[in-house]
């Protein structure tokens, strides 16, 4: 028994085929996961919208919806749950449009399940829960109609604005380095003086729009760190 005090991971197993869908569920179960089973496309991104789980595995090929546009439908509204395809198919094509999509790994049919564990276990460590809407002082970022707003207004940002401005806070309080935006909001692994001179331009639009005329100032510069959002001092 685990101990109820303790609040366990949280995986959404989007699976059709019953009995893998079973397996998939005693198993994760067994390792201590609050395991969901949806068998549909389209309850599952309803469900997955909630931004209630850790983790989410997901089937290509599903009644209704498939695993592809359950997952863009996710990014779309802004979900960055973690996403671990399960695909039939070994096709390069498949995986790559996974990926492209915004699934941040795949495991293809028939694997085994110490494999899945293994993979779960690193997409829960990367991701955590989701909470769509963020906030701190009078900032608000809802994420699932992508707006921002200060004291009530609006804020008028560019989507990349929104999305570094989304990430920051989801760090609020730490030091973000440039290295950890290239990766996460540029989608970049390798980073050069161009990209921080694109990021770092970015900020400061970025900052303008979200401080300029209101208190406290929420975005600071830690010079030869990064950058950190924070209510008080940097
Ligand atoms: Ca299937």
Redesign the pocket.
Known sequence: MSNPSVSRHRVLVV???EKLARALHESLDHDGYDVTVIASGDEALQAASTGAFDAILL?V??PGLDGFAVLEGLRSRGLATPVLMLTARDALSDRVRGLDAGADDYLVKPFALPELHARVRALVRRGGRTDLRLGIADLVVDRLHRKATRAGQELVLTPREFDLLAYLLQHAGQVVPREMIARDVWHQDTRGTTLDNVIDVHLVRLRRKVDDGFTPRLIHTIRGLGFVLTESQA
């Open positions: 699976e059709d085929e089937d090929m599903l």
